[in-house]
Each structure stands twice: as structure tokens, then as C-alpha cells.
């Protein structure tokens, strides 16, 4: 592919033939009520993406800007995720966190009831769904059951 | 393109005061100041003429929705051609392959060009036959184009803007126009070599 003048001034010559290329007749003339019908319908009113979008298509380094921005932000936030983590990301360390069996009774009902029957536990320690707290009272002592874990009773 | 004529009337920067303020008779004078520019722009880099009407329409209502923030910076016409370009390139990277031409008819005077007569003459002895052929191919080499080249062609070689002018609109510098300038002629010497031996 030379480009020898000659050839050059042909190119020329064959791209004004586009110059010549006219829509239909009277085109012109009804483009202008057009638009200005779609503006006075409210296809112009700017909401806040859309002025960003615009802004953003007038000038694409502001575009181009933002992509950076945000792309330097999750880049950032991974870091310090992986830094207050201690090498794994959060998501990942909640991932792995192995559940806590619990077949292990809770200290308070492991007690026996005989070293202290008179110690009410406290209703929210105990998840046994047989027990059934009871609050305790400073002037109804006399019906006052001792509360011992279901496993205990016999 | 022919040479800027200062149009009648109030200047443009009176037009997009009055038009900031939301006088739609003054941004309609604008519209018709420009319309036949950006149309013809819009429709090169498309070959489509509803495409070329739906994105003109649509430049011009985002330039109107943008209006109050444009300073007088550059001129009205740069700001709202920079407005439709970039739409345009957007809406033919969506499209890709996806087109169909969809051409304007050659108005009279094509016929009785010398010079376009002159390149078709020793091809077809049908003259009118010979010039849509040519305009089909012409606008098939244009499409083969890549957007930036083609736009850049669009806007010098048939639209006669100034390298300077296309760089503001294109948001690039002048050596950067000149260089795709040249690569997209010589590539559309290389799709129309038949036409220009």
C-alpha cells in the first residue's frame, strides 16, 4: 500500500463524493421541532447518573479517571483487608473458622446441684429447653425449687 | 465543508445564554446552525441514515441537558460536535459488525462533478449506475475503518476541518490526527485500489 501523490489526490476526489450524499428532502427543516418536542417531554431533565454518564462521555479521561480511581480503591481496601487479617482476606478467614462443637455442656449446668441448690442460674446461660428458670424472689423463698440440669434428674 | 460564515443574527454565546435559562427558541437556532454538520458527520461514520438521525437527536438533547455547565471554554459548535462524536463512537463499538447501510441519495450535482466523473467514466458507460457504485463501495472501505480513523477522515478529508479542530473535538493532539489520518488513507487506498489506478 504506496501512497504516491497521484493515488492520494485520487482518494480525494472519490471521498468528496460523499459530500454529496443528502437525506430526503425537507429533513432538515423538521429536525430542529423534533428535538426540541422530545426536550419539552422531558427526555432532557437530568438526574444524577445521567449527568455523570454525560459528563463522562463529553470527556473520556474522566472516565478513564474514575475506572482508576475506583480500581486504586478495591486494590487499597484488598490490601488492608489482607494487612488487619494477617494474610487472608476477612471473607476467607470467616470462611475457614471451624464451628465450636457443642456437645460441652456449659460450666454453670456441669455444676452440681449440691454444692449450692439455692443458686438460681442465670435464665439466658442455660439453652435446655426442659429446664424452666424460675425468678428468683426475696419473699416467696418456701417455693423456691432448687434448678438442676435435665441430665441430672434421675 | 464550506468556510465558517458568521451566521445572522445574535452570536452563538447569546443563544447559549438565553438557551441556559431555558429559552427553547434559542437553543432551536442553534440546533439549526449545526444540525446539517453534525447530521453529516454522524451519518459518514455510520452510512446509516436512522442511525444518523437518532444519534444526531440525541446529541442534541444531552448538549441541552448539559448546557448550564458549559463555560465558553471552547466554542458552542466544538462542545456539542465533542458531545455527538463520543456518543457516536460509543454507540458503533455496541454495534460492531451489527450494520446495515442505509444510504442518503446523491443529490444532483454529484452527476456532473468533472472530477468524480472522470474516475468512473472509463469503468462503466452508465454514469448514474457507475456513481451509486462507487458510493456503495466507497462507504463499505469507510466502515471497514476503524472508529478513530474513520472519524478522523470523516472530519478532514469530508467535512474539511482543521487538524487543530479535530484534535479539540477528538480530545487528542495534532500529531496524533496526522497519524491516523495517514494510516486511514493509506488503508483506504489499499480497499479501493480498483478505483484509483
Known sequence: MNQSPEEFEKLRTLLTLKRHEQPPPGYFNQLPGEITARIEAGESAPGFWSSLILALTIKPAYATACALFLCGAIGTGTYYSFRSSGGQPASQQMAVQPVKKTTEQPAIAAQPASINPNVVPIAFANTNPVTEPKVPTLFDRSTQQPIVPASYQR | ?197
Not at chain 2, 7 to 28: C, H
Not at chain 2, 131 to 147: D, F, G
Not at chain 2, 180 to 190: H, I, P, T, V
Open chain 2, 1 to 197: 465543508m464550506p468556510a465558517e460564515v458568521p451566521a445572522p443574527g445574535p452570536d452563538d454565546i447569546t443563544l447559549v445564554r438565553r438557551a441556559q435559562k431555558e429559552d427553547l427558541a434559542a437553543y432551536d437556532e442553534l440546533i439549526r446552525r449545526y444540525q446539517q454538520r453534525i447530521y453529516a458527520t454522524l451519518y459518514h461514520m455510520t452510512s446509516n441514515h436512522e442511525d444518523a438521525n437518532d444519534l444526531t437527536q440525541e446529541a442534541f438533547i444531552k448538549a441541552y441537558s448539559a448546557l448550564k455547565s458549559f463555560k465558553g471554554d471552547s466554542s458552542f459548535y466544538t462542545w456539542v460536535y465533542r458531545i455527538a462524536v463520543n456518543k457516536t463512537i460509543n454507540f458503533l463499538k455496541q454495534r460492531k459488525n451489527r450494520y446495515a447501510m442505509s444510504l442518503d441519495d446523491l443529490d444532483f450535482s454529484a452527476e456532473n462533478d468533472p472530477d468524480l466523473v472522470a474516475l468512473i467514466s472509463d469503468k462503466t458507460p452508465r454514469r448514474a449506475a457507475g456513481l451509486a457504485e462507487l458510493q456503495e463501495k466507497l462507504n463499505a472501505a469507510m466502515q471497514k475503518l476503524s472508529e478513530q480513523h474513520r472519524m478522523v477522515v470523516t472530519l478532514h478529508d469530508v467535512q474539511g476541518l482543521s487538524h487543530e479542530e479535530i484534535g479539540q473535538i477528538m480530545d487528542c493532539n495534532v500529531g496524533t490526527v496526522r497519524s491516523r489520518l495517514f494510516y486511514a488513507r493509506q488503508q483506504l487506498q489499499g480497499f479501493l485500489s480498483d478505483y484509483l489506478k
